[in-house]
């Protein structure tokens, strides 16, 4: 390493090896923090999505094709 790439300004090469490790890793943390939350974010979104639509929404039942549906005997079980 040259000491351009010194980003914390440290003489000692053991303690800067040491701080640039714990700074990369501390940023890779940061980034991973940031994603959950995305996550996090999306998933109250659809539950207020969710809880803005009309109660017979949730209680209709399911839009599933009757072409999709699999007889016991096409499965074998008969």
């Known amino acids: ?11 000692n090469r053991n303690f800067r090896l040491t701080a ?3 700074a990369l890793m501390l940023k890779g943390a940061g980034y991973a923090a940031l994603f959950c939350f995305a996550i996090f974010l999306i998933g109250w979104v659809f539950v207020f999505v969710a809880g803005l639509l009309p109660e017979d929404s949730k209680l209709a039942p399911d839009p599933t094709p009757t072409s999709s549906l699999v007889s016991p005997e096409a499965r074998g079980l008969a």
């Open 1 to 11: 390493m040259t000491e351009q790439d010194d980003y914390l300004r440290t003489g």
């Open 20 to 22: 640039d490790v714990t």
